[in-house]
């Protein structure tokens, strides 16, 4: 499994256990009646989220007492590699 299908395959788990929304959170403008949103002005919020939930995830990983048959070290070890390529792609946009 290369490094992109970890990376897919860790943030579908999240997504399909309920993990990444990106919260809306609306602020005022200092122009009356304007509003944004922090995801438009802020880059590639999908991305962000995602990282801090597969930092959450590998929180919760290193936490869990059962080991599932070195399924949960797997588990671990593709999330580590999936925060690794997020934060690579972030560092590779701002080149």
Known sequence: MNRTQ???AA?????AIGGSSVTQIVAADTTPG???TI???ERHPELRAALNNLRQA???LLKGDHDF???RKEALEHTNEAIKELQEALAADRR
């Not at 943030?11 to 997504?15: A, D, F, P, Q, V």
């Open 69 to 71: 048959d070195g399924k």
């Open 34 to 36: 304007t509003q944004y």
């Open 11 to 15: 943030t579908s788990l999240l997504l």
């Open 39 to 41: 995801a438009q002005r």
């Open 58 to 60: 590998r929180n919760h």
């Open 6 to 8: 970890i990376a897919v």
